[in-house]
């Protein structure tokens, strides 16, 4: 016995010789400091907590136990937590020999430092101490029980970072997580993006949704002044034996739905789900279609006519495309969001411009002269943002041998008013090879007056909203009206959109719109029908 204490004392190491019913027979000078006990004492005597990495108290006595009874020895990294100074951490072993059991500590602080930190920075934000995505759900399975989750987010932010920095944007958002915490001090929360976070709510808390959304959207004072954090929340209820992966992907697709339809308070529905897959099909097997070799198979233009309003001729056409996805129809309202968001709606433009030279190349075979008619290609704001974008536009006009004085171009009003410089520059350059540029769905962007005047464009659509119901209700007449001598003033064409009745003619006549396009003269038509168009109204 002497001699191997002799020797672990030699290689200066903390250790304790223990009886099986743990009294300490020997114990080093250092090991005493640890356990704070001395020979004689029941090793678990001094006022020491045995903790794990996550400080979380560790039994020890029962892992000794167990060891001794089965015989086994042992390794555990333990801290010895002290009422007054640091943690002390450490690897501790259990070695039996005869009936004595050695345990020996290595000091090891460092190592378990640094690793607990790497494991912290893995699980948890660093800026606001939140978990991250997967360490909250094991927290959550952990618990075993069925909540409400949440997933918060502040709609400013963004906002709140570009006009006062990131420090204020992270103080918004730390206000808003301290407003869950202190209102439901048993919420588990965890870090979704920049400006979002998810909430756990437990079952046992009488939650109050209205409530708890009113709260966190108080406004808060901060340097005398006053933040609205604009929070949307989107939430799920548990039902059992929901997994709570899904219940988080809910409650995210809630908040999806949120931002989409400018309400700020959302429950999960079973139809979003359904909505959210469609829409990934969807995209699917866009991504399918565009990759084809000819997009002839998949997609085609119609072409509507657009009639001047006095004479009643022809004045030109707006393309607008289809897609037939399986023999169904599918909305360009559904797939040119689509065709933006993954970048290609270039291809489509290009597609716009083939069919569009075709129909050009029959008409005049027909004998009839295109050169008084201007085609209308709608271009997304997407694209006017490209750089290379009148460059890809002219190639592949005149690899089509269309001029640009046969083009107008549409582009929405709302496309215009973000980089107003830079999409103005764009259209002034456009003019100047011979292009015309229409405001398109006129009256729905709110835009100003000054911004209007400095604008380069030649002609304004009146979105169909303001068209259709314009005979019976007394407001669209208004916003009709103001938009009509709105262009009067500019000195700009007007063009109604959607005229289906011949009242809604004689109004758009009255107020002295130049051009009309509508179901009133004809729906979009194929190439050959509106060559038949063309050929019976020569
Ligand atoms: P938009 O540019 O406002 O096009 C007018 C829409 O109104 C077209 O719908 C047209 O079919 C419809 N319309 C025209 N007259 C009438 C009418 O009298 N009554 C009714 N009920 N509807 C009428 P469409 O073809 O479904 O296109 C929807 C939108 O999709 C277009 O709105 C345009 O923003 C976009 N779009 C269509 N084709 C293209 C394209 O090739 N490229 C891009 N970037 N966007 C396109
Ligand atoms: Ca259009
Ligand atoms: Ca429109």
């Known amino acids: 016995m002497n001699n191997l204490s002799?020797?672990?004392?030699?290689?200066?190491?903390?250790?304790?010789?223990?009886?099986?019913?743990?009294?300490?027979?020997?114990?080093?000078?250092?090991?005493s400091e640890l356990f704070r006990v001395s020979k004689g004492d029941y090793l678990f005597a001094g006022n020491v907590r045995v903790i794990d990495e996550s400080f979380e108290g560790f039994d020890l006595q029962a892992k000794l136990r167990h060891s001794m009874a089965t015989h086994q020895d042992a390794q555990w990294e333990i801290g010895l937590s002290y009422p007054d100074k640091n943690v002390e951490w450490a690897v501790l072993s259990l070695i039996q020999y005869k009936d004595y059991y050695i345990l020996y500590l290595i000091e090891h602080s460092e190592l378990i430092a640094t690793r607990r930190l790497n494991r912290q920075l893995s699980t948890q934000d660093p800026h606001t101490g939140l978990f991250y995505r997967e360490a909250f759900l094991s927290n959550l399975n952990a618990k075993d029980q069925c909540g409400t989750v949440c997933c918060v987010r502040i709609c400013n932010y963004q906002r709140i970072n570009e006009i006062w920095g990131t420090a204020v944007a992270n103080l918004v958002f730390m206000e808003v997580l301290s407003r869950v915490m202190s209102d439901i001090p048993d919420a588990i929360c965890s870090k979704h993006s920049t400006d979002s976070f998810n909430v756990f709510i437990p079952p046992e808390i009488n939650f109050n949704v209205e409530r708890f959304y009113a709260l966190l959207n108080e406004p808060f004072h901060f340097n005398q002044r006053h933040f609205f954090s604009n929070v949307a929340l989107g939430y799920y209820v548990e039902q059992p034996g929901d997994a709570h992966e899904l219940s988080l992907n809910k409650a995210e697709m809630a908040i999806l739905d949120v931002l989409s339809e400018r309400v700020r308070l959302a429950e999960f529905q079973e139809e979003l789900a359904r909505q959210i897959e469609h829409q990934n099909n969807l995209e699917t097997e866009f991504r399918a279609a565009l990759s084809r070799d000819k997009l002839d198979q998949d997609f085609y233009v119609l072409f509507q006519p657009i009639h001047e309003t006095e004479s009643q001729s022809v004045a030109g056409a707006e393309c607008l495309i289809r897609w037939t996805l399986n023999g169904e129809f599918v909305s360009p309202v559904e797939f040119i969001p689509i065709a933006e968001r993954i970048g290609d709606i270039g291809l489509l433009t290009k597609f716009n411009i083939g069919q569009l030279a075709n129909l050009v190349k029959k008409l005049e075979a027909q004998g009839i002269e295109t050169q008084t008619l201007l085609f209308a290609l709608n271009i997304s704001v997407v694209e006017i943002l490209?750089?290379?974008?009148?460059?890809?536009?002219?190639?592949?006009?005149?690899?089509?041998?269309?001029?640009?004085?046969?083009?107008?171009?549409?582009?929405?009003?709302?496309?215009?008013?973000?980089?107003?410089?830079?999409?103005?520059?764009?259209?002034?350059?456009?003019?100047?090879?011979?292009?015309?540029?229409?405001?398109?769905?006129?009256?729905?962007?709110?835009?100003?007056?000054?911004?209007?005047?400095?604008?380069?464009?030649?002609?304004?659509?009146?979105?169909?909203?303001?068209?259709?119901?314009?005979?019976?209700?007394?407001?669209?007449q208004t916003v009709f009206n103001s938009v009509a001598s709105l262009a009067k003033n500019l000195n700009k064409p007007v063009v109604a959109e959607g005229v289906e009745t011949v009242e809604q003619l004689i109004y758009a006549k009255a107020k002295m719109v130049e051009y009309i396009q509508g179901y009133y003269f004809s729906k979009p038509l194929t190439e050959s029908d509106f060559i038949e168009y063309m050929l019976a109204r020569r």
């Not at 004392?9 to 019913?21: F, G, K, T």
């Not at 002219?394 to 690899?399: Q, R």
């Not at 090879?433 to 209007?452: M, N, P, Q, V």
């Open 6 to 31: 002799d020797q672990i004392e030699a290689m200066h190491i903390a250790y304790v010789v223990v009886e099986e019913s743990l009294e300490v027979c020997e114990i080093s000078t250092q090991a």
């Open 386 to 476: 490209d750089v290379d974008f009148i460059d890809k536009l002219m190639t592949s006009i005149s690899n089509h041998q269309l001029s640009p004085m046969q083009i107008k171009l549409e582009l929405t009003e709302s496309a215009l008013i973000d980089n107003f410089n830079y999409v103005n520059q764009t259209l002034e350059r456009l003019q100047g090879y011979g292009f015309r540029i229409s405001i398109d769905d006129f009256g729905t962007g709110f835009s100003s007056l000054s911004y209007l005047c400095r604008l380069s464009f030649d002609e304004i659509k009146i979105d169909r909203a303001f068209v259709t119901h314009v005979v019976e209700d007394a407001k669209l």
